[in-house]
């Protein structure tokens, strides 16, 4: 079976030629030179494949120029890229190191990948600052990848384990398109990106989409504070900014003066955006922030263009979507396959007539989407449903406490119980956290295990991370 993210990006990269095609704080690369150094890569990593089958790579880095080369020579080595999110500890990459197979990884020099990789290899440059190592062997077979997969990305779900969703090359590529399309990009745009491109919002809207009509992608190293946002706006006169609801938080705390002159679309997803930011923000900068909704599964289903109000915006091109009373169903071009990690798992998701099962609740009001919860959050303690979202919200409303998690858990004797990690300021006890819940809700609603810290545990995108906080409650309890 022929590849098709290949030919597609061996096609823009010929047609946009001297075009700015990608930037970072060190450099920039041309369309042309940048399809140059990845193919200059590509036979470096093509030397590496000792199975006789496709090479599996994990990139595991921060956005830079040199990320994108290395995984434009995946594609070109004709091997499959494994996008691991950078936040990514040494207990996570491990475990999709076995679960998937990895043969190599490209990473940062700093990155403690101790414990997967047992070889550095000399690769002469091609792919920057990045290094080549090769990935430990493991006695267990590693799972089979379908034919059409030419890109795995991770999503934590549920339970923080990370399952990696394959992707066919015909559903990447329908995921840029569709997103070019409904979001009018063109080739004057510049985007401004800081979302990790491991995750769907950088990679649906800022990777191969940006290259298609021949639009210029600035990337930024190290933390995305208020003042790197502002300083790379200004340097590059981006047209469009791509971040998480916690960057435009900060934004907005900062107040800045100036730097969004050239902006005219501010893109947020990946956790909800409070409509008070969202209004502050506009009012700050000028510049509307527009909804975006996509699920790691299905990739992006839908997009704000008018920038106002709470909604997430109608359909992109090539969505079907169905907002009933039992939750949001999807249809999408750019959907994956399957888990290669957690066989059955995606497939049970998916319904006879090919819709995902996103697990939201939601409403369609004059054709724009309004989510309003999620179908299975509850958890179920001794036959009784709790919300972890209440638990949360009156957590917070206690005196010192910064932020509150509830989920299910088990306790000592392996039965399931409400655990709730709370970070507070300092004098707070879980002893006054428990007179506080049980002054407000009924006894079986106080969480049965309390763990305090100083912040909760984030992902890359800004929502916890449930793997982490799971983690946290090995660790000896408050009283």
């Not at 036979?43 to 994990?58: F, I, P, S």
């Not at 414990?115 to 990045?130: M, N, P, Q, R, S």
Request: aromatic share 6%; glycine share 10%.
């Amino acid at each position: 079976m022929r590849a098709v993210l290949p030919d597609a990006f061996t096609e823009v990269l010929a047609r946009h030629g001297d075009r700015v095609a990608v930037t970072d704080a060190d450099g920039s690369l041309g369309y042309a030179e940048l399809g140059a150094r990845a193919r200059a890569a590509a036979k470096r990593l093509a030397r590496y494949d000792e199975r006789g089958e496709r090479l599996r790579v994990g990139l595991y880095a921060t956005n830079s120029v040199e990320y994108v080369i290395g995984y434009l020579a995946t594609l070109f080595a004709g091997a499959v890229p494994f996008l691991a999110d950078s936040a990514f500890g040494p207990f996570e990459l491990s475990r999709i190191a076995e679960d998937c197979g990895l043969d190599l990884l490209i990473h940062a020099p700093s990155a403690d990948v101790r414990a997967v990789a047992d070889e550095t290899l000399t690769d002469d440059g091609e792919f920057g600052y990045l290094t080549v190592s090769r990935v430990r062997s493991h006695d267990t077979p590693r799972p089979v990848l379908l034919d059409d997969t030419e890109v795995c990305r991770f999503t934590s779900g549920s339970t923080g384990r990370p399952n990696c969703i394959e992707f066919s090359g015909t559903a990447v590529s329908a995921a840029a398109a569709n997103w070019a399309k409904g979001t009018g990009l063109v080739a004057e745009d510049r985007i401004a990106c800081f979302a990790a491109l491991s995750n769907g919002l950088a990679f649906n809207t800022s990777l191969l989409a940006a290259f298609l009509p021949g639009a210029s992608l600035h990337l930024s190293h190290g933390l995305p504070t208020a003042s790197r946002v502002v300083r790379l706006l200004e340097n590059t006169a981006a047209t469009r900014l791509v971040a998480f609801p916690a960057l435009y938080e900060s934004i907005v705390r900062r107040a800045p003066k100036e730097g969004f002159a050239a902006v005219r679309t501010a893109i947020s997803s990946g956790a909800p955006l409070r409509e008070t930011v969202r209004e502050e923000f506009t009012r700050l900068t000028g510049v509307p922030i527009h909804n975006y909704y996509g699920v790691a599964e299905t990739g992006p289903l839908t997009y704000a263009p008018d920038g106002a109000g709470s909604g997430l915006g109608a359909p992109l091109p090539g969505v079907h979507l169905l907002a009933e009373e039992q939750g949001i169903r999807v249809r999408s071009e750019s959907m994956g396959s399957r888990y290669l990690n957690a066989p059955g798992l995606f497939e049970k998701r998916v319904d006879d007539e090919g819709y995902y099962h996103t697990g939201d609740q939601g409403r369609l009001l004059d054709g724009t989407l309004h989510l309003t919860g999620r179908t299975s959050r509850l958890v179920n303690v001794g036959g009784r449903k709790i919300d972890p979202i209440e638990i949360a919200d009156v957590l917070r409303a206690a005196p010192g406490v910064l932020d509150a998690v509830a989920f299910e858990a088990e306790n000592q004797h392996g039965e399931p119980t409400l655990a709730a990690v709370v970070a507070v300021e300092p004098g707070v006890t879980a002893q006054s956290l428990r007179t506080h819940c049980a002054a407000t809700l009924p006894s079986f609603k106080v969480p049965g295990i309390l763990r305090l810290v100083d912040r909760i545990p984030a992902n890359s995108i800004g929502k916890p991370s449930i793997e982490r906080l799971r983690r946290l409650l090995s660790a000896p309890q408050s009283n």
